[in-house]
Each structure stands twice: as structure tokens, then as C-alpha cells.
């Protein structure tokens, strides 16, 4: 049997390139959704017409149960988890002193417990076959935080943490960990983002362009097939943070 990934998030956006990447490696996708179903169906069939087939799964990964479901319906399937790729996030754009503990949980849940979650019920397959890569999706405002989007960058700062001291932990078990922290991406996140400030954060990129979902997906490809990456958080962001 060829590698297994559980791809969260990976219905829309960068997970869904994510997804597509992977499946056309000839390794076996799961792709996580949540609320899009209809998404997740139409990359399902999207696929299929490529004859290549993937799982799609639903489950709120920022619950424990529902990870454990996912990861022990993967197992139960393929017998392994090789590669995790932890992308599922949402933002959250607010004055900090309007943030209520409500915002706290449903955006640190999402972005941070989802990454450690998924990271603790799939690394003891990794450990048992001494091989694994998990790749955690960032943000360059988890490295150098974004006004009004306090919550979003401290999560974000914290899956970098979270990448960085697991590395250190699983690099003896041959499970690499790393970090993608993507910049400006078209994707549905960032459509809720004025023409004008587009244009702005443009002239202020040195490659005077946003990035694409399949910016971060390439990059993935490699972290996927590379052997001696770990701990590492590599910002795709066209220069814009430098």
C-alpha cells in the first residue's frame, strides 16, 4: 500500500490544492470537512474524473471525538498514517478589546487544539512505522502579528511553537515537523478584502503579486518527499515579510 495523508480543512482553498496535490502523488487522501459537504463532494468528483480516488471524511477537528473517529477510520482502512497535514483555520478580524472568551475558544480551538489534536492521536501510527511528516499551516502573522487579528496571530504563533518542539521530540522516530506560513493567499478568506487594500499589500510585495493555493501546495510536494527538513517554518509570502 502506498502513503496515507489526512488532509483537515480540505474542502476549499489551500487545503482543497493541498488534497489535489497529494492525490495526484499517488498517495491516499483523507480530506477533512466540516460545514462545506458540498465542496468536499465536488473535489471528491472533480478527482474521480481523473480516476483518482480519495476518501472525504466530516468531522469538527476541534473536537477530540471527532478527531479520534477520523484517525481511527484511517487506520482502520489503510493501517497507517504517514503524512498529517494540519490546515484547518478560520480568522477572526476584531478590536482586541471587543474580543469576548467566546472568539477565544472557537478561534484557538479551530487553529491551535485542532493541530495539537490531530498531532496526538495520529503521531503513535508514525512512531510504530518510524517514519512520518506533519506539515502545520501557519501564517505570517503567527510570526509577526496582525493589528485587529489578535486571536488569528496567537494561534498561529502557537502551531509554530507546537511545530518546532514536536520536531525536536519525534526527530529520533523519523517523523519530520514543519511549518508552511503562507502570506497573502487568494483563497475565501481574504475576499472579504478591499480591491484597494489588495493593491496596496501588491506594491508592497517584492514579486508585486498575491500567492495562489497552489503556491503552498507545491511546497508541500517537497516537504512530503524531503528527509532532512524539521522544525522549520517557511514563509510563502512573495517577499512581502522578509
Known amino acids: ?12 482553498g489551500i487545503g482543497r490544492e493541498i488534497a489535489k496535490t497529494l492525490a495526484k502523488m499517488n498517495i491516499n487522501v483523507i480530506g477533512n470537512y466540516n460545514q462545506s459537504e458540498k ?12 480516476n483518482i480516488e480519495i476518501d472525504i471524511f466530516k468531522a469538527d477537528v476541534s473536537k477530540r471525538e471527532d478527531v ?4 481511527d477510520y484511517t487506520i482502520e482502512k489503510y493501517g497507517k498514517i504517514d503524512i ?10 476584531k478590536e482586541f478589546t471587543k474580543v469576548t472568551d467566546e472568539d477565544w475558544n472557537k478561534i484557538i480551538n479551530t487553529n491551535l487544539y485542532s493541530a495539537f489534536a490531530m498531532s496526538q492521536e495520529t503521531i503513535p501510527s508514525m512512531i510504530h512505522e ?16 496582525s493589528s485587529c487579528e489578535v486571536l488569528y496571530s496567537i494561534s498561529k504563533a502557537g502551531v509554530d511553537g507546537l511545530t518546532k518542539s514536536l ?11 514543519n511549518s508552511i506560513a503562507p502570506g497573502f493567499i ?3 478568506m481574504t475576499e472579504k478584502i478591499d480591491a484597494e487594500t489588495v493593491e496596496e499589500i501588491k506594491r508592497e510585495t517584492p514579486l508585486l503579486r498575491t500567492g495562489n493555493p497552489i503556491d503552498i501546495a507545491r511546497c508541500i510536494e517537497w516537504l512530503v518527499n524531503d528527509e532532512f527538513t524539521t522544525g522549520q517554518v517557511i ?3 512573495g517577499g512581502w515579510i522578509i
Do not use: F, Q, Y
Open 167 to 177: 520536531a525536536k521530540e519525534l526527530g529520533p522516530s523519523n517523523i519530520r515537523v
Open 68 to 71: 479520534k473517529k477520523m484517525v
Open 1 to 12: 500500500m502506498g502513503r496515507v495523508a489526512i488532509v483537515t480543512g480540505a474542502s476549499r
Open 130 to 145: 518510524k517514519s512520518g511528516c506533519i506539515i502545520n499551516i501557519s501564517s505570517i502573522w503567527g510570526l509577526v502579528g
Open 39 to 50: 465542496e468536499a463532494i465536488e473535489l471528491k468528483e472533480e478527482l474521480k474524473k481523473e
Open 84 to 93: 498529517l497535514v494540519n490546515n484547518a483555520g478560520i480568522d477572526l478580524v
Open 235 to 237: 514563509s510563502i509570502n
Open 186 to 188: 487568494d483563497t475565501r
